[in-house]
């Protein structure tokens, strides 16, 4: 199922790290969230943009 998300980033050309095997959440057949993870901070899903504008502001990541 995540070969259709991997094909659709691939197709919009976003880079990205691993997806999840299963959305983290969805209606079916509407609608689906995945886990993405970040190329900037491997291990981690988020948003790349927000990633580097808190890194180049000087603030560290919280752990949570």
């Excluded at 199922?1 to 079916?28: F, I, Q």
């Excluded at 057949?29 to 901070?41: D, G, K, N, R, T």
């Excluded at 927000?50 to 180049?56: G, P, S, T």
């Amino acid at each position: 199922m995540s070969g259709t998300v991997t094909e659709y980033l691939a197709k919009e050309g976003l880079d990205h790290g691993k997806v999840g095997s299963w959305p983290a959440w969805h209606l079916v057949p509407y609608v689906s969230i995945w886990a993405v993870e970040s190329l900037l901070a491997p291990g981690h899903v988020g948003c790349h943009e927000a990633l580097r504008k808190r890194q180049a502001s000087g603030q560290t990541q919280q752990s949570s």
